[in-house]
């Protein structure tokens, strides 16, 4: 299973892919935690986001891609799915990200899109603002970071929806009922796509694994 979640802040896009993670067991790629793990590790990579960071820079994307290439080579090692939170958050890492899909045959099969009205989503994040302390998240900012969403991000949905992935679930609900419904939606999806893998085969001649030429 090969999951990108697509949400506003404050939605439980990070929660929700820990559900899903452990569920298929399956490497959740969360790219804030890759960016923290190689500014620790001070990888070359590390050291080029710290740059801009430290001039209060929004990192590039070329940065953000060649660390999920990174990060999708080793979940192909690992069996190939994965959940990716986090990303992409323009439509430029969303087509980057199919490219870098299509290179390695991992392209996602369901884009998971969760909803929330503004309301609850600034609840939210007023919650979370006081149990992590963060004093930098100030109302004003809160509402900007859903207003960049919705210019910036929102829009990656109708594409999603137009490649057949779009999976769109209601997030205003308690978290362990969302991700009930989450993984009741991934497991029908991932039966319909272990039949159409199965339709799709072809037909073999018992023992020696080779088609069948039907005109013989």
Do not use: C
């Given at each position: 299973?090969?999951?990108?979640?697509?949400?506003?802040?404050?939605?439980?896009?990070?929660?929700?892919?820990?559900?899903?993670?452990?569920?298929?067991d399956i490497p959740h790629i969360a790219t804030g935690d890759l960016l923290?793990?190689?500014?620790?590790?001070?990888?070359?990579?590390?050291?080029?986001?710290?740059?801009?960071?430290?001039?209060?820079?929004?990192?590039?994307?070329?940065?953000?891609?060649?660390?999920?290439?990174?990060?999708?080579?080793?979940?192909?090692?690992?069996?190939?799915?994965?959940?990716?939170?986090?990303?992409?958050?323009?439509?430029?890492?969303?087509?980057a990200i199919y490219e870098i899909g299509l290179e390695l045959g991992m392209t996602a099969d369901v884009a998971l899109h969760?909803?929330?009205?503004?309301?609850?989503?600034?609840?939210?994040?007023?919650?979370?603002?006081?149990?992590?302390?963060?004093?930098?998240?100030?109302?004003?900012?809160?509402?900007?970071?859903?207003?960049?969403?919705?210019?910036?991000?929102?829009?990656?949905?109708?594409?999603?929806?137009?490649?057949?992935?779009?999976?769109?679930?209601?997030?205003?609900?308690?978290?362990?009922?969302?991700?009930?419904?989450?993984?009741?939606?991934?497991?029908?999806?991932?039966?319909?796509?272990?039949?159409?893998?199965?339709?799709?085969?072809?037909?073999?001649?018992?023992?020696?694994?080779?088609?069948?030429?039907?005109?013989?």
């Amino acid at each position: 299973m090969r999951v990108l979640m697509v949400a506003p802040p404050g939605a439980g896009k990070g929660t929700q892919a820990t559900v899903i993670a452990n569920h298929f067991d399956i490497p959740h790629i969360a790219t804030g935690d890759l960016l923290r793990d190689h500014v620790a590790r001070d990888t070359e990579l590390g050291r080029a986001v710290r740059a801009h960071l430290d001039r209060g820079e929004l990192v590039p994307d070329a940065i953000i891609t060649t660390m999920i290439r990174e990060a999708l080579v080793a979940a192909r090692s690992a069996g190939g799915g994965y959940v990716l939170d986090g990303v992409p958050r323009t439509m430029q890492q969303a087509r980057a990200i199919y490219e870098i899909g299509l290179e390695l045959g991992m392209t996602a099969d369901v884009a998971l899109h969760l909803q929330a009205d503004d309301e609850e989503l600034l609840r939210r994040l007023r919650a979370r603002a006081v149990v992590e302390r963060r004093s930098d998240d100030t109302e004003d900012v809160m509402r900007h970071r859903l207003r960049v969403y919705y210019e910036v991000t929102h829009p990656i949905i109708a594409w999603y929806r137009q490649r057949g992935i779009l999976i769109s679930i209601d997030a205003m609900r308690p978290a362990k009922d969302v991700a009930h419904d989450i993984i009741d939606a991934l497991e029908a999806k991932q039966r319909t796509m272990t039949r159409t893998e199965a339709s799709e085969a072809p037909p073999t001649v018992a023992g020696e694994g080779w088609p069948v030429d039907r005109a013989t």
